[in-house]
């Protein structure tokens, strides 16, 4: 018995392997914070917070997997999701910079055999995302190019609306790869992981290598390798500090590259996510991105110096919230403990049955809401509707999306609301309803740029 109890004591302070100074109380406070959110169940993950240039909090809280008998260290690597992207915007930036190529170029120049299409698409349109080219769901690379070739028209005119498509980010890597003479990962390793020392970092890793912390959902499922699409980095928050900071400093590429990175429209993602500028200086740099329960966030906060990154391997859509409470600890402000996502949970009943999970929706907010975070009901609503979209659900997802115009909304929520109805009924073929539910946000939000290209088109 008192062998068992000395493994129970032994193992609980694993759970949180902190690196900070045991006697600053900004950095124990950080550490609170880890540790509520670990025991609720909203984080499970390895974290960084480096402030004016001096990491203050450094841990791995939680499991490496989820039979839960295994801690995690800060040497197990992750899956960053879309936060990979500003691997290949890099790699394409690093080319142009060399004179190798130019963003105005149409990608039909270094990719021949696409459709006709190709001509009218720019490499700027694949970095900001509004090449026209329409959501792909293909799982391996040869889907991706078999797809594409079968393509005859674009979803929309290059420039003129933003759609996040991975088709997008395959055909950067081809154009490096066309360009370079280099495989995609031969050239990030040959151009970024080396140069910045990112020796923690390997290119398209299996998730079931033994470095690697493994990721499982709410019930403590493991994921199971599937097959996927190539060119994803693999890595430790250590390493992931390191490329932030390089990039941020313009260490890899000028500032004017970053500029271009940074381009996007409307309310769409920049290949740096959210990337600001204020009188040409960079300001704010935040990514965010998750892949089949992998999730991180990068926060850089350059006016004060500060780095807040963290990674999980149980996505609970809340990093951001965690984010926002460790920077304020670093302003010595108030914080909260997040509560546990509606959206991820909801979007998993409704899967499985649309009617039981509008049950669902409706006890969690009238009776559960201590537990759950309903502070932005019309986002879980908002984000519940695009996965259904994405595995073709679209009349589940309109059901989904008016449910949301029911709250009492901002008009720019409403807006949003009423701008994802329109393109579900577009995809559908529904013009009329589409065109409709775009005047409905362009009424409520006049300077919302995808609901207008929606009309333009129309009118077209």
């Known amino acids: 018995m008192k062998n068992n109890l000395l493994r129970i004591i032994f193992f609980s302070t694993l759970l949180t392997s902190p690196l900070y ?12 914070l880890m540790q509520a959110a670990h025991r609720i169940g ?18 791995a809280v939680g499991f490496s997997d989820g039979s839960r008998q295994y801690p995690l260290t800060q040497q197990k690597r992750f899956d960053i999701g879309s936060v990979a992207k500003e691997f290949n915007g890099i790699s394409v930036m690093l080319l142009a910079e060399k004179g190798k190529l130019s ?25 900001n995302y509004t090449s026209g080219l329409p959501g792909n769901p293909a799982n391996t690379d040869q889907e991706v190019l078999n797809d594409l070739l079968a ?14 498509s991975y088709a997008n980010v395959y055909l950067q890597q081809r154009i490096i790869e066309k360009v370079s003479g280099l495989k995609y990962h031969a050239f990030v390793e040959k151009n970024i992981l080396k140069p910045l020392e990112m020796k923690h970092t390997a290119m398209d890793l299996p998730i079931n290598d033994t470095t690697m912390a493994v990721a499982f959902n709410s019930k403590f499922v493991n994921e199971k390798p599937r097959e996927t699409t190539t060119g994803w980095p693999r890595l430790t928050v250590e390493d992931l500090y390191r490329f932030v900071s390089a990039v941020d400093s313009y260490k890899l590429v000028g500032k004017a590259s970053v500029q271009q990175l940074s381009q996007h429209f ?25 892949n089949y329960n992998y999730e991180a966030l990068i926060t850089h906060d350059l006016k004060k110096d500060r780095f807040v990154i963290l990674m999980t391997n149980n996505q609970n859509f809340k990093v951001r919230q965690l984010a926002s409470a460790i920077l304020s600890i ?36 009238e009776q559960k809401k201590d537990f759950y975070d309903l502070s932005f009901e019309i986002g879980d609503l908002v984000n519940t509707g695009k996965f259904l979209m994405r595995r073709n659900r679209i009349d589940d997802a309109i059901r989904v999306f008016t449910l949301g115009l029911l709250l009492d909304l901002q008009n720019k929520d409403y807006a949003i609301a009423c701008q994802f109805i329109a393109e579900a009924y577009k995809q559908q073929g529904k013009t009329d309803l589409a065109i409709l539910y775009a005047q409905q946000a362009i009424r409520k939000d006049p300077d919302n740029k995808i609901v207008r290209s929606i009309l333009d088109q129309a009118a077209h």
Request: no cysteine.
């Open 42 to 59: 909203v984080f499970n993950g390895n974290v960084i917070v480096v402030n004016k240039g001096q990491t203050i909090y450094k841990a």
């Open 330 to 365: 670093l302003d010595n402000a108030a914080y909260t403990v997040p509560k546990r996502s509606l959206y991820l949970e909801l979007r998993e009943e409704m899967l499985a049955n649309f009617d039981a999970g509008v049950a669902f929706y409706r006890t969690a907010r």
């Open 266 to 290: 409307g309310e769409g993602e920049s290949s740096l996510g959210e990337a600001k500028f204020e009188q040409g200086e960079l300001v704010w740099h935040q990514h965010h991105g998750s």
């Open 151 to 164: 393509l005859k028209h674009l979803a929309n005119a290059p420039g003129k609306s933003y759609i996040y």
């Open 21 to 32: 100074a045991q006697t600053d109380p900004l950095s124990r406070r950080i550490d609170s």
């Open 103 to 127: 963003v105005t170029d149409h990608i039909r120049k270094y990719l021949p055999e696409l459709p006709a299409w190709a001509d009218s698409i720019q490499i700027a349109h694949l970095l």
